[in-house]
């Protein structure tokens, strides 16, 4: 039975009960008038047509399963999603790319695989940019298909963890489709973060299963190492961005455990040791100049722990990110300390944090607006961090910093942005305004003892070396 027939019924909405009683009845029934199954919502998907998913977490697989079953009816449907945490059954049904083609602007770990096996495509983006795409037409919407928490009183579908596109989404997409769940979070704003019944076409009641957890990345020596060296620059009052992986996560917990003060929070990715420093009372936001005392962000991922945190938390405020990741918004805050991963980079300072050569590993993300960002800030910082060295599939170890970029490789931060580089051998000047042989100096002094004499080899060779030069 729906849920809206049952009279009085309390929905465990966000941990506080929604008694349907309190709803407007107008929007009673209306919500009643769109409600449909999932199989029923997802027939207005039409071949050709530009299918946006929600974002990160609050990707719908009960619509993406329902769309899946209509594969024998449909052909040249693009399906664009950001960071799907699960393989997507209509990309799975579909190896050949006839019915459903996947593109995702940051791959997870699940939709990797499809893209290695030819299932799909990315799409590159600049982030805080990635909005306008949708106003400019870049980017069609004709079906919006999304994961919400349920309606309240005033006629709001709370967006959940991520607010990212979503809203630029909702701005164009000719027709949008809602699973409503019990379990998302209510996540306050900021601006943008629900969508009003008026502007749903259609309604679909899901199976209310918690949203995916992701645990904390592991965390190498090297990491915190690493960690150990950024905690030296951070001061009180700092305004912090955290990205994705082990090392970020390992600086946030060492801050909890820190006589530091007054930590202010804007950033791209809210994330678990976030939690671990607000209850430490390390956060508060005081000394932050712009959205004083908030917690800003765009999207989470993370274990319950970070979704219970969340809900109905005014200390959080969720915001699009053509706000957060927005380098002249960033840059109002002063002292911002940006702390970002990379898989390598090369001695002219060229980073790159999102390919594998060739291979597509996630994307540009908030990297490059946060690190612009730093800079512009009053004594902000902005660290590129990384391992010295990984290990090849061969099991030899190889440098992270290389002449030059892998062949293919994708430079994510250009060479005239990049501020601090970070390994476990040390923290790099500025690069700002270093020339070629000051940077590849510079960086030989933080790569892996084992292999500076062949870089300095490899910069001699590429004519970015002078004999005065002394590694230490």
């Known amino acids: 039975m729906p849920s809206w027939k049952k009279e009085n019924r309390n929905l465990k909405a966000n941990k506080v009960s929604l008694d349907w009683s309190e709803v407007n009845m107008s929007y009673l029934q209306e919500y009643r008038s769109k409600l449909r199954s999932a199989a029923e919502a ?85 982030y805080h940019e990635c909005g306008s795409y949708y106003g400019l037409g870049t980017i069609p919407v004709d079906v919006a298909l999304l994961k919400v928490a349920p309606m309240d009183k005033h006629g709001y579908f709370n967006l959940g963890v991520s607010n990212s596109v979503t809203p630029n989404v909702l701005a164009v997409a000719k027709k949008v489709i809602v699973e409503v769940n019990t379990s998302i979070p209510r996540c306050l704003g900021g601006v943008k973060e629900a969508v009003h019944i008026s502007k749903v076409d259609f309604i679909v009641e899901g199976d209310n299963k918690p949203l995916i957890e992701i645990p904390p990345a592991r965390v190498s020596e090297a990491d915190k190492a690493i960690a150990a060296l950024i905690m030296e620059k951070i001061e009180d009052g700092a305004c912090l961005q955290l990205g994705i992986g082990g090392m970020p996560n390992t600086i946030g917990k060492l801050i909890a455990e820190s006589d530091l003060k007054d930590i202010g929070i804007h950033t791209e990715m809210l994330v678990e040791s976030m939690v671990d420093m607000y209850e430490a009372g390390k956060i508060t936001g005081a000394r932050k100049t712009l959205d004083q005392g908030k917690i800003v962000y765009t999207f989470a991922m993370g274990t319950q722990r970070l979704y219970d945190f969340m809900d109905d938390n005014p200390a959080c405020a969720s915001f699009p990110a053509d706000y957060t990741n927005n380098p002249y918004i960033i840059a109002q805050n002063d002292k911002v300390v940006s702390i970002n991963n990379s898989l390598e980079i090369d001695l002219y300072g060229q980073i790159c944090s999102e390919s594998s050569g060739i291979r597509q590993i996630s994307g540009t993300g908030g990297q490059l607006d946060f690190h612009f960002g730093a800079y512009k800030s009053k004594g902000g910082k902005g660290f590129i961090c990384l391992s010295s060295t990984t290990t090849n599939k061969n099991g030899e170890l190889i440098s992270r910093i290389k002449p030059i970029l892998t062949p293919g490789g994708i430079a994510t931060v250009p060479r005239s942005l990049i501020s601090y580089v970070v390994t476990e051998y040390g923290i790099t000047k500025i690069l700002k305004g270093l020339s070629t042989w000051e940077r590849a100096e510079e960086l030989i002094k933080v790569a892996h003892p084992d292999f500076r004499d062949e870089l300095i080899k490899e910069a001699q060779k590429n004519k970015i070396w002078r004999r005065s030069n002394k590694i230490v």
Do not use: C, W
């Not at 945490?85 to 996947?102: C, G, R, W, Y």
């Not at 990797?112 to 990315?122: A, E």
């Open 42 to 126: 997802v027939k207005v998907v039409k071949s050709g047509d530009t299918v946006h998913y929600g974002e990160f977490a609050m990707a719908s697989h009960v619509l993406d399963e329902a769309l899946a079953q209509r594969k024998d009816e449909l052909y040249d449907v693009v399906i664009r999603t950001v960071s799907n945490l699960f393989p997507p059954k209509t990309v799975l049904s579909d190896p050949e790319k006839e019915h459903f083609i996947l593109h995702e602007s940051f791959m997870s770990g699940a939709t990797r695989k499809l893209h290695d096996q030819d299932m799909g495509y990315h799409l590159p983006i600049t």
